[in-house]
């Protein structure tokens, strides 16, 4: 059965004039949350009439969904083209040049969409690689490990650096919540994490022009 996602599917598609003043798009077609997820991700790449895509992934998380994907999306007569990330020298996958070079590398022509399998990382490389190659980005979170899978934020390590790069929002976002549920704990406790430090940062920022004025008070020659 599937969770609950409250009016979410009210929101895909739209644009939204905000009390902000600006308008802001939401450009999810689809979003599923459910034990049958990856079935689902197969049947909307199929609506989609896309027949060659694209997979991103790691070794844990091939395993975790990505392998049961990729049958699920060769049996619906689909051309997969899957990447493996490796891990650095540390053990770890980052979103580096060299992730991003990974990923590319098996872009065809005629590649409609790429499907970022696992967790933040993933879907930072994922989603620049798709902003920059016109490539549709799908999501299939294996993890509760961030907040920002419909981001449009990539944050990515340059020359040994972490910068921020535009990239762009997934058109699908198709959890399994099961698997997400039998993450790694660690995980899901890094997703917890950065959903309290943006509730901390959006307090700072609201109240950081009073907080600059007795700054600056306090600071004035007397
Ligand atoms: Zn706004």
New binding site residues.
């Given amino acids: 059965m599937g969770m609950d996602t409250g009016n979410i599917a009210d929101w895909l598609g739209k644009s939204i004039d ?3 003043g ?1 308008r ?1 798009e939401v450009p999810i077609r689809r979003v599923v949350i459910e034990h049958g997820a990856l079935r689902a991700a197969a049947d909307y790449v199929r609506e989609r009439g896309w027949s060659d895509v694209a997979l991103v992934a790691d070794k844990r998380t091939l395993e975790a969904a990505g392998q049961r994907l990729e049958t699920l999306l060769t049996e619906a007569g689909c051309s997969v083209a899957r990447t493996v990330l490796p891990p650095d020298e540390l053990g770890d996958v980052i979103a580096d040049e060299r992730s991003i070079v990974q990923a590319m590398l098996n872009l065809r022509d005629g590649t409609a969409a790429v499907l970022a399998v696992g967790s933040g990382t993933i879907h930072d490389v994922v989603r620049f690689v798709c902003s920059r190659t016109g490539k549709a980005f799908v999501s299939v979170p294996t993890a509760a490990s961030v907040d920002g899978f419909s981001s449009v934020g990539a944050p990515l390590i340059i020359q040994g650096f972490k910068q921020s790069h535009s990239g762009l929002c997934a058109r699908g976002d198709l959890c399994r919540s099961r698997r997400a549920r039998q993450a790694p704990r660690e995980l899901t406790a890094a997703g917890f994490g950065d959903m309290l430090g943006k509730a901390t940062s959006l307090a700072t920022g609201s109240s950081a022009p009073s907080y600059k004025r007795s700054i600056t008070a306090s600071c004035a020659p007397i």
């Fill in positions: 905000c009390a902000c600006q802001h």
